[in-house]
C-alpha cells in the first residue's frame, strides 16, 4: 500500500513495451531507406560525373555534386538512426532521440555547401564560356538523374511520413527537388546544341536558386524541431481526449516535444479535491491512456494531478 500511495503521489510516466519495440522498428526500417537510397543516389551520382569528365557541362557537375551531397547525407542519419536505438541511460535521460535533430543540421550545412560550390563554378564558366561535348550523353545523364531523383523522393518521404521522421521527410523533398534540377540540365543541353554557350552555366544558377529554395524550407523544418515546435493540431487532439477523461474537472499546461521521431508529453490536470489519493490516481493513467491513444507517434506522457479547492 505504502508504494502504491508513493507512486500515486508523484508525477508518473509508463513506456509500454509494445510501444518501445515498435519504435525500435521504425528506426530499423529508416536505416533500410537510408541505405538504399545511398546505393541507388551513389550510383546515378557515378554514372554523371563519367559524363561530367566527357562534356564538360557545368550543369551537368551541379546536378553530379549535388546528388553526390544527397547521397552522403545518409550517414549522418544513419548514425542518428542507430543512436536513438541506444537506451536512456542518467546522462541522457531522455535517451538519444535528439541526434536526428543534429543530423538535420548536418544534412542542412551539407546542402548549403553544394549550392556554394554549384553556384561558383557557374559563375566562373558564365565569365569564361566554353562549349559542352557530347551532349546526347548529358542528355541521357540528366533523365537519369531525374528519374533516380524522383525514385529516391517518394521512397524516402513514405517512410519519413510513416514513422514520423522530419528529417528523412526533408532529406526526401531534397532529392525531389535534385530530380526536377535534372531536367533543367537538358535544357542546357539543348541551348548548347543551338550553339548558346552561356545556357549551360545558366542553369547551374538555375540549378543553385532551385537548391537554396528547398533549403530554406528543411531549415525551416529542421529549426521547429530544435526549438521543440509540434503542430498546434496535435495539442488540440491531444486537450480535447483529457477532457473527455471520467473524472478530469479541467487541463492546465500541456507541453509536447519531439525527441527522434516519437513524441513525449507532460500535462497538468485537475480532478475533483474530495477524490483519495488513489482515486487520482486512476484518473491520472486513465488521462495517460487517452493522450498515447490520440496523438499519433505519442510515445509516453507524464501526467501531474492537481484537485478543485476544497472546503
Known amino acids: 500500500m505504502r508504494h502504491r500511495v508513493?507512486?500515486?503521489?508523484?508525477?508518473?510516466?509508463?513506456?509500454?513495451?509494445?510501444?518501445?519495440?515498435?519504435?525500435?522498428?521504425?528506426?530499423?526500417?529508416?536505416?533500410?531507406?537510408?541505405?538504399?537510397?545511398?546505393?541507388?543516389?551513389?550510383?546515378?551520382?557515378?554514372?554523371?560525373?563519367?559524363?561530367?569528365?566527357?562534356?564538360?557541362?557545368?550543369?551537368?557537375l551541379g546536378d553530379t555534386v549535388h546528388n553526390?551531397?544527397?547521397?552522403?547525407?545518409?550517414?549522418?542519419?544513419?548514425?542518428?538512426?542507430?543512436?536513438?536505438?541506444?537506451?536512456?541511460?542518467?546522462?541522457?535521460?531522455?535517451?538519444?532521440?535528439?541526434?536526428?535533430?543534429?543530423a538535420g543540421v548536418a544534412i542542412v550545412l551539407t546542402v548549403a555547401a553544394s549550392a556554394v560550390f554549384t553556384a561558383v563554378t557557374a559563375a566562373e564558366r558564365l565569365l569564361h564560356p566554353r562549349p559542352v561535348d557530347h551532349l546526347v550523353a548529358v542528355a541521357a545523364a540528366a533523365l537519369v538523374g531525374c528519374l533516380g531523383n524522383e525514385w529516391v523522393a517518394r521512397y524516402r518521404i513514405r517512410t519519413?511520413?510513416?514513422?514520423?521522421?522530419?528529417?528523412?521527410?526533408?532529406?526526401?523533398?531534397?532529392?525531389?527537388?535534385?530530380?526536377?534540377?535534372?531536367?533543367?540540365?537538358?535544357?542546357?543541353?539543348?541551348?548548347?546544341?543551338?550553339?548558346?554557350?552561356?545556357?549551360?552555366?545558366?542553369?547551374?544558377?538555375?540549378?543553385?536558386?532551385?537548391?537554396?529554395?528547398?533549403?530554406?524550407?528543411?531549415?525551416?523544418e529542421v529549426g521547429r524541431r530544435l526549438m521543440d515546435g509540434v503542430d498546434p493540431g496535435l495539442v488540440d487532439a491531444a486537450e480535447e481526449a483529457l477532457r473527455a477523461v471520467d473524472g478530469v474537472r479541467g487541463v492546465g499546461a500541456l507541453r509536447m516535444r519531439w525527441i527522434g521521431h516519437s513524441l513525449r508529453a507532460e500535462a497538468d490536470v485537475?480532478?475533483?479535491?474530495?477524490?483519495?489519493?488513489?482515486?487520482?490516481?486512476?484518473?491520472?493513467?486513465?488521462?495517460?491512456?487517452?493522450l498515447i491513444r490520440a496523438v499519433p507517434r505519442l510515445l509516453a506522457a507524464t501526467v501531474h494531478v492537481d484537485h478543485t479547492p476544497v472546503a
Open 6 to 60: 508513493a507512486h500515486a503521489l508523484r508525477p508518473h510516466s509508463h513506456d509500454t513495451a509494445d510501444r518501445v519495440d515498435r519504435a525500435m522498428e521504425t528506426s530499423a526500417e529508416g536505416l533500410r531507406t537510408l541505405w538504399t537510397s545511398l546505393a541507388v543516389l551513389g550510383a546515378t551520382a557515378l554514372l554523371q560525373a563519367v559524363i561530367v569528365v566527357l562534356s564538360g557541362s557545368v550543369a551537368l
Open 68 to 102: 553526390a551531397a544527397d547521397a552522403l547525407t545518409a550517414v549522418p542519419l544513419g548514425i542518428a538512426f542507430l543512436l536513438g536505438r541506444r537506451a536512456a541511460n542518467r546522462r541522457y535521460t531522455y535517451g538519444y532521440g535528439r541526434a536526428e535533430d543534429l
Open 160 to 220: 519519413g511520413r510513416r514513422i514520423g521522421s522530419a528529417a528523412l521527410v526533408a532529406d526526401g523533398v531534397h532529392a525531389r527537388t535534385d530530380g526536377l534540377t535534372s531536367l533543367a540540365v537538358l535544357a542546357g543541353a539543348a541551348g548548347a546544341g543551338l550553339g548558346l554557350r552561356w545556357a549551360d552555366p545558366l542553369v547551374g544558377l538555375l540549378i543553385t536558386a532551385a537548391i537554396l529554395w528547398v533549403l530554406r524550407g528543411s531549415v525551416r
Open 270 to 290: 485537475v480532478v475533483d479535491g474530495e477524490l483519495t489519493v488513489v482515486a487520482a490516481h486512476r484518473v491520472a493513467e486513465a488521462a495517460e491512456r487517452a
